[in-house]
């Protein structure tokens, strides 16, 4: 669309999804086998025409650069807009890094300056979903609206997870509480605001002249209801917060479904990604597959069941895969068992190594919040030696190795450090 920038939030560390985020940005942790989860968001926008985007970086950001490159799979290589990535810098002018997600467009008003565009789209990165936002952007000009924010209707369960909005019978929206124990509504805010740019300057400049947080939802959004005409847009698809270890398990599992909500088959809402050139898919003579997806450059020789499986995974002879997550280049050996794990990229797991065993689901004793539904996660570049038995809701950190166990035995709830320092190429 025309006279339209989106600003992609993509710059938070994320101490909830554990290891998975501890070398990258959450919006480039790999999701769904071949994709990145900023991956939805990129093809959102090149679905709805919007190839004017500006991706607001900070946190770990050399693996999402890498991804993003120039925009090509998303359309977004053009000599006239295309994409930016934008990071906080130092300069003799006052700057500093980003304080939350309004600070982080404040900062870079001086490019929202030289768009000359008429709305800003303001998104998450790192939310799992597809979506039109020329539609949303229609009816805000229809409504001649100053600010519009996407709604999706949460369980009662859930509302505490969120902020959450209420809305008068015009779907205006006249109140919003962050995270309440007990709502008055069941909308849930998305993260995606259509801002008129006017609007969207002066609630920004106002905002940073105040001590304490700076992010949209928490900060700007409750001051300007009521100031300004803001409207709700109710979003009545699949989308996830895949901000958790179990949210993001969970939204992966979505996927292999017989009927998945989030249909990544359909032409019209395309998820677009980098693009590796990789031999098929190879399925031994012994393997035995039951549900799951299987991407390129995969070698499956054991039993791969209700999992979803990355580029360059080998799962050898014997080896049980079951109720997990396995990243780009895994090795899982002969008569190894992996259940209900989240394995990131280029770990190795050992002969009759066990992964997720027991019954125990003692929660995580470094990160019980984080590290309590059974699931266990392994970070990058870690080797898993053989016989090794790890039990659930562990916590195996980027590149240990085998003089990095105590013993032969993990128990649930148990954590494993990288004892010795050393450089990894990321």
């Not at 501890?22 to 190839?51: H, M, Q």
């Not at 179990?246 to 019209?268: C, G, K, Q």
């Not at 299987?294 to 799962?315: L, Y």
């Amino acid at each position: 669309m025309r006279r339209v920038i989106a600003m992609i939030l993509a710059g938070g560390a994320s101490e909830r999804l554990s290891v998975l985020a501890e070398e990258r940005a959450k919006p480039a942790v790999p999701f769904g086998g071949k994709y990145r989860i900023i991956d939805f968001t990129l093809s959102n926008c090149a679905n709805s025409g919007i190839y004017n985007v500006a991706v607001l970086t900070q946190f770990n950001p050399r693996s999402l650069a890498l991804h993003i490159g120039v925009g090509r799979p998303w359309d977004l290589d053009r000599t006239a807009g295309g994409i930016v990535l934008l990071q906080p810098f130092l300069s003799r002018s006052k700057r500093d890094w980003y304080k939350g997600t309004a600070d982080a467009v404040y900062q870079n008003l001086y490019y929202l300056e030289d768009q000359r565009v008429d709305e800003v789209l303001v998104l998450s990165g790192d939310h799992v979903y597809t979506m039109r936002y020329d539609n949303m952007i229609a009816t805000h000009r229809n409504r001649q609206a100053d600010v519009t924010v996407a709604v999706a209707e949460v369980a009662p369960s859930e509302t505490s997870r969120f902020g959450i909005i209420t809305l008068d019978h015009n779907e205006r929206v006249i109140d919003f509480e962050e995270k309440p124990k007990s709502a008055k509504s069941s909308f849930a805010s998305m993260g995606i605001y259509v801002f008129n740019v006017n609007v969207l300057m002066e609630c920004l400049e106002e905002d940073a002249q105040k001590k304490g947080g700076h992010d949209f939802g928490h900060d700007v959004l409750p001051q300007i209801i009521g100031k300004h005409r803001v409207y709700g847009y109710r979003f009545r698809g699949y989308w996830r917060d895949v901000g958790t270890i179990e949210s993001y398990w969970r939204a992966n599992m979505d996927l292999i479904v017989d009927l998945p909500e989030l249909n990544l088959y359909d032409p019209e809402t395309e998820v677009r990604s980098v693009y590796q050139n990789m031999p098929p898919a190879k399925i031994g003579p012994n393997a035995q597959m039951a549900r799951g997806f299987v991407s390129n450059g995969a070698i499956i020789n054991g039993r791969v069941e209700n999992s979803v499986i990355s580029p360059r995974v080998f799962v050898q002879e014997g080896a049980v895969v079951k109720d997990s997550i396995i990243f780009d280049d895994v090795t899982v050996g002969k008569e190894a068992i992996v259940n209900m794990a989240i394995v990131d990229k280029q770990v190795w797991v050992g002969p009759k190594c066990c992964i997720g065993c027991g019954d125990d689901f003692t929660a995580n004793q470094e990160e019980p919040e984080y590290l309590n539904t059974g699931i266990t996660v392994i970070g990058k570049g870690a080797r898993m030696p053989g016989d090794i038995k790890v039990g659930r809701n562990c916590k195996i950190g980027c590149w240990v190795e085998s003089i990095d166990f105590a013993s032969k035995v993990v128990p649930s709830g148990g954590s494993v450090t990288k004892k010795s320092v050393g450089h990894h190429i990321i």
